[in-house]
DNA sequence: GCAAAAGTGTTTCAGGTACACCCATGA
DNA sequence: TCATGGGTGTACCTGAAACACTTTTGC
């Protein structure tokens, strides 16, 4: 079937390109890697590929993410489409920007040398090809509106995590520091987190108590009509 | 000048579609136009078009809005891109769907015959076609959030509005009802609303004092650091 | 004079912010 | 014993929400 109103229409290479954010270091990272193929081969770029007729394009960030962590199943939106004539130095590329928030631990690592990738501080973001940091900047955006309302942060944590650690999390999110009294105050009448048994003696002599995000709870206080706020 | 790395891809076609939104009778309309080709013909349908090979995706959707409103030079700005592979039931398109707020007057009525258009209100809006439900739900999420933080509300407004039309505005936004006396005073702590002498007599004998938006005022606060939160 | 919309203040409460000291432990 | 990071409570203040009556005027 073929519809008259269809013919002879521009048709455009239309890419994914993700921003794959982990957290380690007391900060956020990013992965990037160098650019394997002209032009601008060699700088550094976001992790990116076409769009395939037999994908949506949520299905082709998710295959690239994939394809660049060996990750799956993880949280990951759109952030925007870039149009621009010439953002794309090689072709006339509309892209889709997606972001992805994964826990850094289950990065594959021999995948960094296949694509010459590395993860980096968001503070030490090089410059990127393209509008790439445009992409970033606008991911950051996204995810500061998006952390306030939504428990994202903890995709971005493994099963169990310290409360310094989360509140490093969130000051890297905000890019500003939080009161730790208040951060904990917070914390403790949102009820969502539990307490272990164990400590963290990783980064202090005391050790830190682990606590676990409790989604059961979590659904069923939203569920409520309770708003997170954070 | 060709690059290697781009042969071979799948391009496809990119559409823009506008969700162009008025204010009318005390509530946010829609543009809306019966689709006057297969597939789907006569079906109810946002404002579209393809992206062409000599525009941005941004200018295509200001090309667009001209062409259905005859309006120029309006805030707009983009949702997102909706890619799924069977969205449109004619050809794989991948739509990235824009809003614009347009000060209903402005539009030019002639056009509404030429395109079978006409405005919508919000709450009655019918089933469109594809996913442009779906694009206006998302669009409505967006102007939630935005309107609270920026004074984007008074690009649906002419020069000069009352109190309770505003007011009606940002419940229709919102759509929820607001105290009176606390959306006042609100607005006067803000301090970014000039009053006039004259009086709306329109809709009351008593009549409503015309305000103007004072962008200069607004903007001397932003600087300032102040916050704008309706 | 009455219907219909415009206009006007005060009180209460919750949540945000500021702030300083003790605790546990490994070295 | 001391240096390091972990953990805890209170007072204040600002902004949000609830709430009801008076004013104007065309009919």
């Known amino acids: ?21 982990g957290f380690r270091d007391n900060e956020l990272n990013i992965l990037i890697a ?60 509309i892209s889709i920007a997606y972001y992805a928030l994964v826990n850094i631990e289950l990065f594959d690592t021999t995948l960094a040398e296949k694509y010459d990738a590395k993860w980096v501080r968001l503070s030490l973001l090089p410059e990127l090809i393209f509008d790439h ?16 309302i939504k428990p994202i942060g903890f995709n971005l944590l493994g099963e169990q995590f310290t409360l310094p650690t989360l509140q490093s999390l969130y000051e890297s999110i905000y890019q500003e520091s939080i009161d730790k009294r208040n951060f904990r105050k917070k914390l403790m009448t949102m009820d969502i987190l539990e307490k272990l048994e164990e400590k963290d003696k990783g980064s202090s002599k005391k050790g830190a108590y682990y606590y676990k995000f409790n989604k059961e709870k979590y659904d069923q206080l939203i569920q409520q009509g309770l708003h997170f706020s954070l």
Request: net charge negative; glycine share 8%; with cysteine.
């Open 133 to 148: 940091n445009k992409m970033v900047k606008d991911t950051i955006n996204i995810l500061q509106r998006k952390a306030a």
């Open 1 to 21: 079937m073929s519809f008259a109103f269809y013919q002879n229409k521009d048709s455009f290479l239309v890419a994914v390109d993700c921003i794959i954010m």
């Open 34 to 93: 160098r650019r394997p193929f002209e032009p601008l081969k060699g700088g550094w770029s976001l992790m990116g590929g076409f769009v395939n007729s037999n994908e949506s394009s949520d299905e082709a960030a998710a295959r690239v993410l994939n394809e660049f962590t060996g990750i799956d199943n993880i949280f990951m939106e759109q952030v925007k489409a870039y149009g621009e004539i010439n953002r794309d130095l090689g072709e006339r590329v």
